[in-house]
């Protein structure tokens, strides 16, 4: 059974608080300010000039309609505030698996809206979806991400060398996985 047409835009993921539905290019200048925040974008990998962000949503757009992967603004129920990206990236079917990523404005940081959006999504994904693993790909130096990700059960993997090119220079990734009988076995 193909699960392709989820990872469409479509796709809602509610919570008490949040609502993750798919980023559109009219998200384009939210996306920019945070990603511009040098302390934010950190661990991001995505360039802060705002044509490569509506570059970036463009692609993912793309990726949405084939069904490989979706990239979802995070924002309140209550009043649809931005509050930053959930991304579900490199959806395969085939595999049963897709990764994760996540960022959050500066001034949203510890109010637990990724905690929420992790347990979220992962019960989605596991439950409804019937994925088989998750992964997560965190720069070594993001205790805070490292620390989130292991909270929910996700297990370092390894390191992958040079991965990701940020600030023009090549960097490793911590590989985290989740794999469904561990977490129903929560």
């Known amino acids: 059974m193909s699960n392709k047409n989820v ?10 608080r949040l609502a993750l539905t798919q980023m559109a290019l009219k998200d384009t200048d939210n996306l920019f300010k945070m990603l511009s925040d040098k302390e934010t974008a950190k661990y991001v990998g995505i360039q802060e000039k705002k044509k490569a962000i509506e570059k970036i949503i463009k692609v993912y757009l793309k990726r949405s309609k084939r069904g490989e992967g979706i990239l979802l603004k995070m924002a309140t129920r209550k009043d649809n505030n931005f509050l930053g990206f959930f991304a579900l990236p490199n959806y395969n079917d ?3 698996r897709t990764e994760i990523g996540y960022t959050i404005t500066k001034e949203n940081w510890n109010k637990g809206y990724v905690s929420e959006a992790i347990l979220t999504a992962v019960n989605f ?11 997560a790909m965190v720069h070594p130096n993001n205790k805070v991400s490292l620390h989130l990700l292991n909270k929910f059960g996700f297990k370092k993997e390894g390191l992958v060398r040079q991965r990701y090119y940020m600030n023009n220079k090549p960097e490793d990734m911590v590989m985290l996985s989740l794999i469904r009988e561990e977490w129903n076995s929560k």
């Open 94 to 96: 085939v595999h049963r």
């Open 7 to 16: 990872f469409t835009g479509r796709l809602v993921i509610k919570t008490k």
């Open 125 to 135: 994904l596991f439950k409804k979806i019937k994925l088989n693993r998750l992964e």
